[in-house]
């Protein structure tokens, strides 16, 4: 079972910043967050992962809460293209990694 | 630097025919996994390689499904035979081996109707 609660929907102004929130209360300290999104029917796009940190890439930035059972991913400036279901996973980081358990994820819809 | 590829795109067979799927991962990439979504449900893991060997074989549903990596490069999954509740997607993914986790990057996926 997936083991973050994520809003069902979530709809966002075009050129507006996106904030999607995921819980995760029960994580582990040695479970790390990532952002997986998928557009239509392609395979799901790895986005960005951190482990108790704030990290930014090129795609979005994640904020992970002091106490590390809720996070945000930030879309700066939401485009179309942007309009997917958003999935927020969390899982070990190791040598080896293991499997993605994907729950409902978040459908965001950016509007023009 | 060349993505994830699967093949086919699309496959259409009848029940009990069999099926072969074939993904090709990220070149140098160890960790290699097969997913599916069936009917508009969830995505579900079927199962992990770690160069040829198989990791973590958890999700796959039944003996009628048989996944190889020989030689620790591509991967073939195959169904036989085919039911109708095994339509769906079909998503390969691969990642590098990083001590810090690291994204699954998954291909275009093959999409299975068994008719």
């Known amino acids: 079972d997936a083991k973050t609660t994520q809003p069902p929907s979530m709809d966002c102004a075009e050129g507006r910043a996106a904030n999607l929130p995921c819980n995760h209360s029960?994580?582990?300290?040695?479970?790390?967050v990532y952002w997986y999104r998928q557009i239509h029917s392609q395979g799901p796009q790895y986005i960005i992962h951190?482990?108790?940190n704030n990290e930014t890439n090129e795609m979005a930035s994640l904020i992970i809460t002091e106490d590390r059972k809720s996070s945000t991913l930030i879309l700066p400036h939401a485009t179309l293209r942007d309009t997917a279901v958003y999935y927020c996973?969390?899982?070990?980081?190791?040598?080896?990694?293991?499997?993605?358990?994907f729950g409902q994820g978040t459908r965001l819809t950016i509007n023009p | 630097e060349a993505g994830v590829t699967q093949f086919p795109s699309h496959s259409v067979i009848e029940k009990g025919q069999t099926v072969t799927l074939r993904c090709d991962p990220i070149?140098?990439?160890?960790?290699l996994y097969w997913y599916r979504r069936v009917m508009g449900k969830e995505i579900k893991f079927l199962l992990h390689?770690?160069?040829?060997?198989?990791?973590?074989e958890s999700g796959m549903p039944n003996n009628r499904f048989l996944a190889e990596r020989t030689g620790g490069t591509y991967s073939t999954l195959k169904v036989q035979p085919a039911e109708l509740e095994d339509s769906g997607v079909y998503f390969c993914?691969?990642?590098?081996?990083?001590?810090?986790?690291?994204?699954?990057?998954f291909g275009p996926g093959t999409r299975l109707t068994v008719l």
């Open positions: 993914a691969s990642s590098p081996d990083l001590a810090g986790g690291s994204g699954q990057f």
């Open positions: 029960t994580i582990s300290g040695n479970e790390y």
């Open positions: 951190g482990l108790k």
């Open positions: 996973i969390v899982r070990v980081g190791f040598w080896g990694a293991q499997k993605l358990v």
């Open positions: 070149s140098g990439h160890d960790n």
């Open positions: 390689f770690v160069k040829e060997s198989k990791q973590d």
